[in-house]
Each structure stands twice: as structure tokens, then as C-alpha cells.
């Protein structure tokens, strides 16, 4: 077994053209790099931290000051979260957003077809509760499909696509899609709250478990360009950006990054959990799509 960091981890997989088993911020990652896309996914909480379709800016924002390396939480990309959002529905959770993103997962197959790469990563073995599956197709549009299947006992679960979407300036985007939606106000202790029937402009730390599985677009003229979020299996869709007040508390974020980013996260959150049998199954996903 390859310590992380020091040399390329051996792929178990036999892989496709274009797709390498490398080191990416000092840890393993496959890399992908085709005429469609670049990318790159790190092994540790199967995290995709960037991607970048042909003749595009990275889809994803990375902070320049994030943690690597085994159980760190990397901040940016695309973590995942689970099997419970925030510290659980009962608040109970001393591990944040759950251990997805915390434990090193397998890659077990990649595939091209024409110029798309489709990664597959399980999570691993020993997590007995429940085994997840992430896939990750990778093109001019980027998708990732996480499936949670429950152990030998019932699941309540919590899931998101924590997404840290690239954007010129957050002060200045319009997002699409959530108009008139109820929602938690995570700035004001879980408030309710409904959004105005008009499309979002954040003006402060917004922090919003909006009750919505619709279609999302944040339109960015700052960077010239509209990234549609187009989620699947989930109930909620959150939107959370620090702002200049809470970013002064996260030693991962540089004080003044916060504008390069908005996370628009497709979830079953809060009261739209995911009630699992044991051995039943459950997938969320999301499509990115670049539009000009
Ligand atoms: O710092 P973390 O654990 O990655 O979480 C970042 C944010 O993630 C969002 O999903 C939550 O709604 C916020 O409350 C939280 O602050």
C-alpha cells in the first residue's frame, strides 16, 4: 500500500486512456484529462476538486487554504455529506455533515466512452452501516450520482452534494430556480422562512435548507458565464455562502475568497431524510451543465 503523497497509488482497476492514478495536493487522486475534460478526484472522501470542460474555467472552486490528507475535510469541490447533514436532524452529531468525506474510498472501475470518463468509487468495507457508491461522469457536462445502501439496520439518511461552484463574484450572481420556495434559515437558528418570488441575490452570509428539487441556475456575469444544477433524488437544495462576517472564523477559507464561491447543494436534508430498510437503497445525484 502507497503512503499518500509519496508515490502513485497502484490502480486495482484497469484504466481508460486519459485517466491516470497520480498525486493531486499531496494525496492520491485519479486524474483525467481528455479532450472534453480535466479533472481531478482525490481517493480520500472520493472528492472531485476540479473539473474543467474543454474551452471552460474550472466548474468548481477550491480553497487555496484547504486541508489534505486522511479524515481532513477538504473545503471546496464537490465533498460529500452523509450519512447526516449538519450535526444530524437531532443535533446529536459531534462529526459534522457526517463521515463520507472523511474516509478513504476505492476506485473501482473507470470507463470512456468517446471523450467521457465515468469513475466509479465505493466507500469502504469496514463502515458497516451502509455501503455508498459515487459515480462520476465526467465530459462538457459533469454528473455525480451518489447511491447509499443501508446495512443490516434501518437508515434514516441525510445526503448532499456539498458543491463549492466557481463564480466570479457572488455578490454579483443571480440564482434561478428556488423562486417562492420554503425554507430553514440556518443564520437565524432554523427560522422558516419563504423565499421571494423573484431569483435570489445573496447581499449577506446566507445559510438556506430551501424545500426544493427544482432546476437551478446561477447566472454569473461577472465570469460570463450560467452554470445550470440540475439535481435528481433529491428534497431539499441548500445554499450556503460565509460571507465577509462568518468567513473570519474558518481557517480554511482565506478572508478575502469568499466572493469566488456560492454552494449550491442538492440534498435530502432535515425533514427530507431518506427512510431506508435494511439492504434498500437510495441515489442522488446532480448534472452540471455550462451555458454561455
Ligand atoms: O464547514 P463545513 O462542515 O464544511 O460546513 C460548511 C457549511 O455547509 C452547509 O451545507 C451548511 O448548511 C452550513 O451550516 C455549513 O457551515
Same mark, same amino acid.
Given at each position: ?137 465526467? @465530459?462538457? &457536462?459533469?454528473?455525480?450520482? +451518489?447511491?447509499? !445502501?443501508? #446495512?443490516?439496520? $434501518?437508515?434514516? =439518511?441525510?445526503? /448532499? ?15 434561478? @430556480?428556488? &423562486?417562492?420556495?420554503?425554507? +430553514?434559515?440556518? !443564520?437565524? #437558528?432554523?427560522? $422558516?422562512?419563504? =423565499?421571494?418570488? /423573484? ?25 460570463g458565464r450560467r452554470v445550470v444544477s440540475t439535481p435528481r433524488g433529491t ?58
Amino acid at each position: 500500500m502507497n503512503t499518500p503523497g509519496t508515490a502513485a497509488p497502484v490502480p486495482a482497476v484497469s484504466l481508460p486512456e486519459g485517466v491516470t492514478l497520480g498525486s493531486a495536493h499531496g494525496v492520491d487522486a485519479a486524474l483525467v484529462d481528455t479532450p472534453a475534460v480535466t479533472a481531478t478526484l482525490l481517493l480520500d472522501g472520493a472528492h472531485l476538486t476540479s473539473a474543467v470542460p474543454a474551452g471552460e474555467q474550472d466548474l468548481l472552486w477550491l480553497s487555496p487554504a484547504s486541508a489534505f490528507g486522511p479524515g481532513e475535510a477538504v473545503r471546496g469541490g464537490v465533498p460529500l455529506v452523509g450519512p447526516w447533514f449538519g450535526p444530524g436532524r437531532d443535533q446529536s452529531q459531534e462529526v459534522k455533515h457526517g463521515w463520507l468525506r472523511n474516509v478513504r474510498w476505492d476506485l473501482t472501475s473507470a470507463e470512456r466512452s468517446g471523450d467521457e470518463v465515468t469513475l466509479t468509487l465505493t466507500s469502504p468495507a469496514d463502515r458497516t452501516e451502509l455501503s455508498a457508491t459515487l459515480e462520476v461522469r465526467l @465530459g462538457a &457536462e459533469v454528473s455525480l450520482e +451518489l447511491t447509499i !445502501t443501508a #446495512g443490516e439496520q $434501518p437508515l434514516e =439518511l441525510e445526503a /448532499a452534494l456539498h458543491t463549492y461552484l466557481a463564480v466570479g463574484d457572488v455578490r454579483r450572481i443571480e440564482i434561478q @430556480g428556488l &423562486e417562492g420556495a420554503d425554507y +430553514l434559515d440556518n !443564520t437565524r #437558528g432554523l427560522t $422558516p422562512d419563504t =423565499l421571494a418570488h /423573484a431569483p435570489l441575490h445573496l447581499t449577506e452570509a446566507t445559510d438556506r435548507v430551501v424545500d426544493s428539487t427544482a432546476e437551478v441556475t446561477v447566472v454569473d456575469e461577472a465570469a460570463g458565464r450560467r452554470v445550470v444544477s440540475t439535481p435528481r433524488g433529491t428534497s431539499r437544495t441548500v445554499v450556503w455562502n460565509p460571507w465577509d462576517t462568518l468567513v473570519t472564523g474558518m481557517a480554511d477559507i482565506p478572508d478575502e475568497a469568499w466572493p469566488e464561491f456560492v454552494c449550491i447543494e442538492p440534498a435530502a436534508a432535515k425533514e427530507g431524510f431518506v427512510a431506508l430498510e435494511p439492504g434498500a437503497s437510495h441515489s442522488l445525484g446532480v448534472t452540471y451543465r455550462i451555458e454561455h
